[in-house]
């Protein structure tokens, strides 16, 4: 007899073997037998998987420190010797800044918070995280500037070689790009990102419902979460538009039917009527909105879209986002539990990675915009630039026309423009200067969004003081009248 040799397994796969040496007359001297047992495989694949989570997890943290002490400390590596000493003047000059910061903010806090024993305290925790401050942000800055000149030889030989410094991989590379490259490999990958979204799901109990129909209409099951049937409503309603589709009564009809078919399932409660009792029970004192209105006000214009892309991104992740931070709510309710670091740090590189694809599917619109210009003859060059710029002067007086259609052309406007002079501008100082105008304007807009945030926390603080206020004089009021009836009451019966 022929016995096949014994398989050669690994560490983790071995606990899914039982081996056994056999008291068979047949198989004795011939080896030991090996038995696969499905328990054990499935108890095996569990425990990798436990130990490739905890190493996710601790990479996520990690991560999280980085990005903790990155917002003060510059701790990125440098390219050069010039790079470096920016970082470390930087770096010193945020310890600093941060030091002197803690040293106002602290003891005021204290002293409203405890009085004079809290001013004193905070004193003492001021002057302390000044001196820490002050003394890590010269440290670091100093090791930022060594790095930056033990890496200037690299940076000079690299530079000569015709390689290229990625600010954001922090390496050198090779000086080329390709476009269709880039989007064949960014843009391919949403059936690999769908697929993981799906996998990282968690899966639902089927949801027993009485009609189907409006599911149905959205393309989605009846277990379906918010997420899902806001996406699968978005998807529709876009296709179906009628921008989209003019002179078309069955997308305009189909548009207003999906659009009613969302404002009772993405309401949980006129949802739970629906699955009970159908849709008329559900429709009932469902107030009448133009449906183009209520797509613009849920999801914005999407006419911009081929020149911004979708920047509303959070509406495509999957529920793993939306269920992190209801998860971030109950753990602040109860009191208890921890937020989920490796729950943050997946739904992080996914939005990267949606926002990747924004950014690229934005460079092959505008190429495909440009090329009936960029490959016309020599002889018709004039003759499509000309019918290029009627296109793109009728396309402006249509967008100018929709909500918020000026400024929206004219911040689109701004950034192409400066972002052609960053890389096309003829000289390098004009190159640097478009970077500086560049962050300039998004400093300005940062301010400008951060005054109107400011202005709105302001105006809902009142809102709420005054509601408070009016419900404890309500109260008040309320309990006076009480203990008077009450008072009453007594007197009656001592009379």
């Known amino acids: 007899a022929v016995f096949p040799p014994r398989p050669c397994v690994s560490r983790l796969d071995a606990m899914a073997f039982d081996t056994h040496d056999t008291t068979s007359p047949v198989s004795q001297g011939q080896g030991e037998v090996v038995v696969y047992d499905a328990e054990q495989a499935s108890l095996a694949e569990e425990f990798a998987l436990q130990l490739q989570e905890q190493a996710e997890r601790e990479q996520a943290e990690l991560e999280l420190v980085k990005a903790a002490v990155g917002t003060i400390f510059s701790v990125r590596k440098p390219r050069d010797a010039v790079a470096g000493t920016a970082s470390g003047l930087k770096t010193m000059a945020r310890g600093v800044g941060v030091g002197l910061a803690s040293l106002v903010t602290l003891p005021a806090i204290g002293a409203k918070t405890g009085g004079i024993k809290g001013f004193a305290k905070g004193c003492g925790t001021g002057l302390a995280t000044c001196v820490g401050s002050t003394v890590a942000g010269t440290l670091v800055g100093s090791g930022q500037i060594v790095r930056g000149v033990v890496n200037t030889p690299s940076a000079i030989v690299r530079t000569a070689r015709g390689e290229v410094w990625n600010t954001e991989t922090r390496k050198w590379e090779k000086d080329w790009y390709s476009l269709p490259e880039e989007a064949a490999e960014v843009l391919g990958s949403q059936s690999e990102l769908n697929e993981e979204a799906q996998s990282s799901r968690p899966s639902r109990p089927a949801r027993k419902v009485a009609h ?50 969302y404002r009772i399932l993405g309401d949980e409660e006129r949802r739970r009527a629906y699955d009970e009792l159908g849709k008329d029970t559900a429709a009932a004192n469902l107030p009448k909105i133009e449906p183009v209105v209520f797509f613009a006000a849920l999801f914005g214009t999407h006419h911009f879209e081929p020149y911004v892309g979708r920047l509303r991104l959070a509406q495509d992740v999957d529920s793993d986002v939306q269920s992190m931070l ?47 210009v960029v490959v016309a003859p020599k002889e018709s060059k004039k003759q499509a630039w000309e019918q290029w710029e009627a296109e793109r002067r009728a396309e402006v007086q249509r967008l100018a026309q929709v909500p918020s259609g000026l400024e929206m052309l004219y911040h689109i406007g701004w950034l192409y423009v400066n972002g052609a002079q960053q890389w096309l501008a003829g000289s390098a100082l004009r190159r640097l200067s478009a970077k500086v105008e560049a962050k300039a304007h998004l400093l ?44 009453e009451a007594e007197a009656a019966e001592a009379a």
Do not use: W
């Open 326 to 372: 209801r998860e971030i709510v109950a753990a602040e309710e109860e009191d208890a539990g921890q937020l989920d670091l490796l729950k943050v740090s997946r739904a992080h590189k996914r939005m990267q990675v949606l926002e990747k694809r924004r950014q690229v599917q934005c460079a092959v619109d505008l190429a495909q915009r440009l090329e009936p």
């Open 212 to 261: 189907r129909e409006l599911y149905d209409l959205l393309g989605v099951p009846p277990e379906a979460a918010e997420s899902e049937i806001r996406r699968a409503f978005y998807k529709k309603s876009l296709a179906l538009h009628p921008d989209k589709n003019p002179d078309n009564p069955e997308a305009t009809r189909q548009f207003q039917a999906v659009s009613d078919a």
């Open 444 to 487: 300005k807009s940062k301010g400008e969004l951060a005054a109107a945030a400011g202005r709105t926390a302001y105006s809902v603080n009142s809102i709420v003081k005054s509601t408070e206020k009016k419900k404890q004089e309500k109260e008040k009021a309320k309990a006076e009248k009480a203990e008077k009836a009450k008072k």
